[in-house]
């Protein structure tokens, strides 16, 4: 006997992954799921979402844990649509004041990337673009490190990014089917099937 759910949804709070992310919020929904109750049957999810609510103060913890080189006291502020960092960049071992910036936008549906909007160093005073370039491609490293979704166990497309004060929210979507593995105790485990 097969059990077909057209749609289902649910929500977890306070998610830590590993040592990666703490997540303040997570929002499931499932399209299409079938399951077959039997020994060794599987689950089958034709179309999972997933929305990610992101705190700043974990994307600060983010950037404290693993800082880009060349750049020191990084504070992270999530604005309406947009991104701002204050930090000190090291010029010939000088560290110079600065603020950005961005706009978060997901690059090939796996990671996170700034499009960089402004840099200013010192107050109002412009940086060359080559300076600016310089600090984006440190910062975008470091998002593309931690946030790529090409690392998990399932293979997620990440599809909106929506950045509201206080929060970044990121969504994703799978298919995916999960077989039970039976243990040498007996106990059935459910795993991503490969």
């Given at each position: 006997m097969?059990?077909?759910?057209?749609?289902?949804?649910?929500?977890?709070?306070?998610?830590?992954?590993?040592?990666?992310?703490?997540?303040?919020?997570?929002?499931?929904?499932?399209?299409?799921?079938?399951?077959?109750?039997?020994p060794g049957g599987p689950v089958r999810i034709g179309e999972a979402t997933a929305t990610a609510v992101i705190t700043e103060a974990t994307l600060?913890?983010?950037?404290?844990?693993?800082?880009?080189e060349g750049l020191r006291d990084l504070e992270i502020k999530t604005l309406s649509g947009r991104i701002g960092i204050e930090g000190k960049k090291l010029f010939t071992g000088i560290p110079i004041p600065f603020t950005l910036l961005a706009v978060p936008e997901i690059e090939g549906g796996a990671r996170l990337r700034l499009n960089v909007q402004q840099v200013h160093v010192l107050?109002?005073?412009p940086l060359p673009h080559v300076a600016v370039q310089g600090i984006a491609n440190l910062l975008n490293d470091t998002?593309?490190?931690?946030?790529?979704?090409?690392?998990?166990?399932?293979?997620?497309?990440?599809?909106?990014?929506?950045?509201?004060t206080g929060r970044l929210l990121l969504s994703g979507t799978a298919s995916v089917e999960i077989r039970p593995r039976v243990t040498a105790g007996g106990q059935e485990i459910r795993q991503p099937a490969d």
């Open positions: 097969e059990i077909k759910i057209r749609t289902a949804q649910g929500t977890a709070q306070d998610i830590e992954i590993g040592d990666l992310i703490t997540l303040s919020e997570l929002r499931l929904a499932a399209k299409d799921v079938e399951i077959t109750p039997e600060n913890r983010i950037l404290a844990r693993h800082p880009p107050g109002p005073i998002l593309a490190r931690n946030f790529d979704a090409t690392r998990l166990p399932i293979p997620i497309r990440l599809t909106k990014l929506t950045v509201e």
